[in-house]
C-alpha cells in the first residue's frame, strides 16, 4: 500500500526529516509516537503532498507508484487521505459543499457518476451518525467556531465520506475528551478491513488503548528510531522517550 | 447666458451648459417655487466648490477629474424594449424604470400594489404640501458635497416611494432599475427619496446598470428616511460597465426605534465612488449596514461610510466586505461618530479584504469619532489574499485549487450578501455575484 524509501524532507531549508523507510500493506495499521517536535506531523503532511514540505531526497511509493510529485488533489482522489492535528476553519463554506465536492472529484477518478445532492444526502447522513455530530453540522462552515472535539469528529466524517485506502490520522486524539476519543476510535475500528490501511500519528499512547496498532514506530529527531508490536507503547506509557534516546546515545558511542 | 457669470472654478463649463439648458426646458418652470430654489441653491453650491481636488482630504485616493474634462450629453436615450429590461432586476412587484436618469413609464410595470405602498417618479410628486415635498432634500444635508450641489441642481428623474401604513406587515418587493446607455458619453442625475411613515415597511431595491458598451457618467442621490418604528431593507446594485463612472451619496434618516438593512453591491463599473450618510437621531434607531465591492481589471471603487450615533440606545452593524482582483483598486473609510448625547450607543464597524493579484490593491481606514462616555464601539478592518492553509485543505479532499478558489471566494462574498433579508432580493444579489465570479474566472 505505502512504501517510505529513505525520505529527507526540509521545510523552509531545514531538514526535519532525515531518512525514514517504512512499509504499510494493506488491512495494517501503524501507529508512529514521538516527542514534540519530533517530525511527526510532517511526515503526515508530506505524504497528503504539502509543497511546503520539499523532499530532497527519497521516495514515497503509494499503491506501487512514485507519487513525490503527484499533487495533493489526486493523491486524495486515488485514496490517500489525511486527518489533520489542527483542521482548518473555512468562514462561508459550508460543511457538505466540501465534503460532496470531494466525495464527487474522487467518484469521478473512480470513474463512478457524481452524486446529486439528495443522494449525497442520504450517504452523508448515514455517515455522520456514525461519529455523534448533529446533522447541523453539515450547513455550517467548515470547523468555523466547532469545539475541538468536533472538529476531529468532522474530519473522521470526512475520512467516513471518501473511504480512502490509506488513512493518515495525525494526532487524531489531541485535545479530545474520552467519550470524544472513543467515538473517534469506533470510527476508525468500524472502518478497518483487509483493504485498508492506517498510519496512526499520536503522542500519547491512551489512543492505542482504543485502536489497536499492528505496529509501533518510534520517530525521534526526523528518524524512525524504534519499531516494534503493540506492546511498545506499554513501554512508552511507563518509560516517556527518554529512555529511547539514552539507548541511541549508548550505541552512538560504542560505534 | 446668464448662468455663466456664476462660473468660478475651472471644469463645470459643460455642466453650466447643462444647467442652462434645463433651465429653459418646459418642464422646468412648471416645478413648484422650493424645488427651483433647492435647484439654483444647489447650483450656486457647485459653482463655488468645484470639482474636488486630489489635495482634498476625502479625495486622496479617488478622482473624478476625467469627468470634470469630458464632454457629457443629456438626452441619447437608445432604443429599449420592454423585453431588455424585464430580464434586469429581481421579480419585484413595482419596477419603475429611468433610462439616462429620465423616468420611462412604458417600460415600467406596476402591478397592483397594496394601498399601504405608492411608487412614482419623483418629479411629480414635489407639489407643495404633499409628503414628497415635505420630506425632500431633509436627510441630504452634505452641502458642502459638490456632487450633492450638482446632483441638487441637475437632477431629472426619480423614484419617490412611500409607506404609509402601520397595519401592512406583508413584504411588497420594489424595484428602481437605472438604465444606462449610449456610447456618448452620458449623463446620468437621478434623486430618489424612500420615506417610511410610522410603523410602515418598505421593501426596495435600486440598481444601476448600463447597457453593452455603454460609457457615462451618474451622479446619483438617494435619500431614505425611517419614521418611528418603520422598516426600510434597501439594497442597492452597482454595476454599469467597464466605461462608466458612478457617484453616489446615500442619505438615511432614522427616527425611534425604525430599522434600516441596507444592502450595497458594487461590481463591472470603471470608477465608483459610494458615500454612505447614516444619521441615528431617536433612540432604539438600529441599522445594519452591508456592503460587496468587487474590482476587476483596472476598476476603482471607493466605499466612504459616516456612522452618525445622534441619539443614545442606537445600535450599529457594519460590514463592508471587497474582493480585488486584476489590476482593481479599492478604497473604504469607514467613519462612526458617537455624539456628546448618544450614551449607550452600540456600534460595529469591519471591513474584510480578499486580494487576489499581485497587482490589486485596497486601502482601508476605519475610524471612531467618540464624544460620550458609556458607550459600546468596535471595529476593524483586514486586508487578505487565500489563504494556504485551507487551499491545501481543499486540496487534501481531492478538490482542485481552481474549485477550491471558487468556493473560498463565494464564501468571503456570501458571508455578507447572505444578510439581505428578503429572499427575492437575495438570490438576484447571490446571482450577481456568482456572474461577476465566473466571468471573472473565464477573463
Known amino acids: 500500500m505505502l512504501s517510505i524509501k529513505n525520505l529527507h524532507v526540509e521545510i523552509e531549508g531545514q531538514e526535519i526529516l532525515k531518512g525514514i523507510s517504512l512499509e504499510v500493506k494493506a488491512g495494517e495499521l501503524h501507529a508512529i509516537m514521538g516527542p514534540n517536535g519530533a517530525g511527526k506531523s510532517t511526515l503526515a503532511q508530506v505524504l497528503a503532498g504539502r509543497d511546503a514540505c520539499k523532499v530532497t531526497s527519497g521516495e514515497i511509493i503509494y499503491r506501487g507508484e512514485t507519487i513525490n510529485d503527484v499533487v495533493p488533489e489526486e493523491r486524495a482522489r486515488a485514496g490517500l487521505f489525511m486527518s489533520f492535528q489542527y483542521p482548518v476553519s473555512i468562514p462561508g463554506v459550508n460543511n457538505i459543499y466540501l465534503l460532496q465536492a470531494g466525495v464527487n472529484a474522487r467518484r469521478k477518478h473512480q470513474d463512478l457518476e457524481e452524486l446529486d445532492a439528495v443522494d449525497f444526502l442520504d450517504l452523508v447522513k448515514t455517515k455522520i451518525a456514525q461519529v455523534d455530530l448533529d446533522e447541523s453540522f453539515l450547513y455550517r462552515a467548515v470547523n468555523d467556531g466547532f469545539s475541538g472535539g468536533e472538529k476531529k469528529r468532522n474530519e473522521i466524517l470526512q475520512m467516513l465520506a471518501l473511504e480512502p485506502e490509506l488513512s493518515i490520522l495525525d494526532e487524531t486524539d489531541s485535545g479530545l475528551d474520552i467519550d470524544a476519543m472513543k467515538i473517534v476510535a469506533e470510527g476508525v475500528n468500524g472502518f478497518r478491513s483487509p483493504e485498508r490501511a492506517f498510519v496512526v500519528i499520536t503522542h500519547y499512547q491512551r489512543l492505542l488503548n482504543y485502536i489497536e496498532p499492528d505496529f509501533i514506530h518510534v520517530l525521534m529527531d526526523g528518524r524512525l528510531v524504534k519499531s516494534g508490536g503493540p506492546e511498545l507503547a506499554g513501554d512508552l506509557e511507563k518509560r516517556g522517550y527518554a529512555w529511547i534516546q539514552a539507548e541511541l546515545n549508548e550505541a552512538a558511542l560504542s560505534d | ?443
Not at chain 2, 23 to 51: C, H, I, M, N
Not at chain 2, 207 to 235: C, H, K, M, Q, W
Not at chain 2, 256 to 275: A, C, I, M, P, Y
Not at chain 2, 292 to 302: A, I, K
Open chain 2, 1 to 443: 447666458m446668464s448662468t455663466t457669470a456664476t462660473i468660478t472654478k475651472t471644469g463645470i463649463e459643460q455642466f453650466a451648459t447643462h444647467w442652462a439648458a434645463l433651465q429653459a426646458e418646459e418642464w422646468y418652470g412648471a416645478q413648484p417655487t422650493a424645488l427651483r430654489k433647492v435647484r439654483s441653491a444647489g447650483w450656486d453650491r457647485f459653482a463655488r466648490l468645484g470639482f474636488p481636488q486630489k489635495g482634498q482630504e476625502a479625495w486622496r485616493q479617488t478622482t473624478f477629474a476625467a469627468i470634470s474634462e469630458g464632454s457629457f450629453t443629456r438626452d441619447d436615450v437608445g432604443q429599449l424594449s420592454g423585453s431588455d429590461v424585464a430580464v434586469c432586476g429581481p421579480p419585484a412587484v413595482a419596477t419603475l424604470v429611468l433610462v439616462n436618469g429620465v423616468y420611462h413609464r412604458s417600460l415600467s410595470q406596476i402591478d397592483e400594489l397594496p394601498e399601504s405602498v405608492s411608487v412614482n417618479p419623483l418629479l411629480d410628486q414635489l407639489n407643495d404640501g404633499t409628503v414628497a415635498h415635505d420630506y425632500f432634500a431633509t436627510a441630504a444635508i452634505d452641502k458642502e458635497h459638490p456632487f450633492l450641489a450638482m446632483n441638487d441642481a441637475l437632477w431629472t428623474g426619480g423614484v419617490f416611494v412611500h409607506g404609509s401604513d402601520a397595519d401592512g406587515d406583508e413584504t411588497v418587493p420594489l424595484h428602481i432599475l437605472h438604465i444606462g446607455t449610449g456610447e456618448d458619453h452620458v449623463m446620468n442625475q437621478t434623486r430618489s427619496l424612500v420615506v417610511a411613515e410610522a410603523g410602515s415597511k418598505l421593501a426596495v431595491t435600486e440598481s444601476f446598470l448600463g447597457t453593452p458598451n455603454y460609457v457615462g457618467f451618474t451622479n446619483a442621490v438617494t435619500e431614505l428616511i425611517a419614521l418611528d418604528n418603520a422598516r426600510i431593507a434597501y439594497n442597492r446594485l452597482v454595476a454599469e460597465g467597464r466605461k462608466a463612472s458612478h457617484m453616489a451619496n446615500i442619505f438615511v434618516s432614522q427616527r425611534r426605534n425604525s430599522k434600516v438593512d441596507l444592502f450595497s453591491l458594487s461590481h463591472t463599473t470603471g470608477l465608483v465612488r459610494q458615500e454612505f450618510n447614516v444619521d441615528l437621531m431617536d433612540e432604539g434607531a438600529e441599522i445594519t449596514l452591508g456592503g460587496l465591492y468587487l474590482v476587476n481589471g483596472h476598476e476603482h471603487s471607493d466605499n466612504r461610510t459616516r456612522m452618525a450615533h445622534i441619539a443614545p440606545h442606537a445600535r450599529s452593524r457594519e460590514n463592508f466586505r471587497g474582493i480585488l482582483d486584476g489590476h482593481g483598486e479599492g478604497v473604504f473609510n469607514g467613519l462612526i461618530v458617537v455624539h456628546p448625547d448618544a450614551q449607550q450607543t452600540d456600534a460595529d464597524l469591519s471591513n474584510h479584504n480578499l486580494v487576489l493579484s499581485d497587482h490589486a490593491r485596497v486601502h482601508t481606514n476605519p475610524q471612531l469619532e467618540i464624544y460620550a462616555d458609556d458607550v459600546r464601539c468596535t471595529h476593524g478592518s483586514t486586508v487578505g489574499q487565500l489563504d494556504d492553509d485551507a487551499m491545501f485543505y481543499f486540496q487534501s479532499r481531492g478538490i482542485d485549487p481552481a474549485q477550491a478558489r471558487q468556493m473560498m471566494v463565494n464564501g468571503f462574498a456570501y458571508a455578507v450578501v447572505d444578510q439581505i433579508g428578503v429572499p427575492a432580493f437575495k438570490e438576484y444579489f447571490e446571482n450577481q455575484v456568482t456572474n461577476w465570479m465566473t466571468a471573472a474566472d473565464g477573463a
